[in-house]
């Protein structure tokens, strides 16, 4: 991606998180910080997303974004083990599991996906 699309990418993914945050209930900053992270890392803009991830209030769905995070920028043991924490946590969870098994297949660890 060339840095004027760059650009255009990451002002469309704050204007999608702004448009979210006013077409409802107050959204807290926190909120709108994981909605444009989410939108970024649709995007492949990982750097953007990272900085927006740090600002967003700590919960699963922002551990789970980290996660996706990781696995795109290829840091595959930081993935598997941020997730095998979320599924410890939420044994029921889909996604995570999901995704873990996604790592683990990039890991070659077929036996453990």
């Not at 890392?41 to 789970?64: D, G, I, Q, Y």
């Not at 410890?88 to 890991?107: I, K």
Request: charged residues 20%; contains cysteine.
């Amino acid at each position: 991606m060339c840095r004027r699309e760059s650009k255009l990418a990451m002002l469309q993914a704050v204007r999608i998180a702004g448009d979210a945050a006013a077409g409802g209930a107050t959204v807290a900053t926190e909120d709108m910080y994981q909605r444009l992270a989410s939108r970024l890392l649709e995007l492949h803009l990982e750097e953007s997303a990272s900085m927006c991830l740090a600002k967003a209030r700590p919960s699963t769905a922002v551990e789970l974004m980290l996660a996706s995070l990781y696995h795109q920028t290829g840091q595959l043991d930081e993935a598997a083990q941020t997730l095998r924490a979320i599924v410890d946590a939420q044994p029921s969870s889909a996604a995570p599991r999901l995704l873990l098994g996604d790592v683990y297949a990039a890991m070659n660890r077929p036996v453990d996906a």
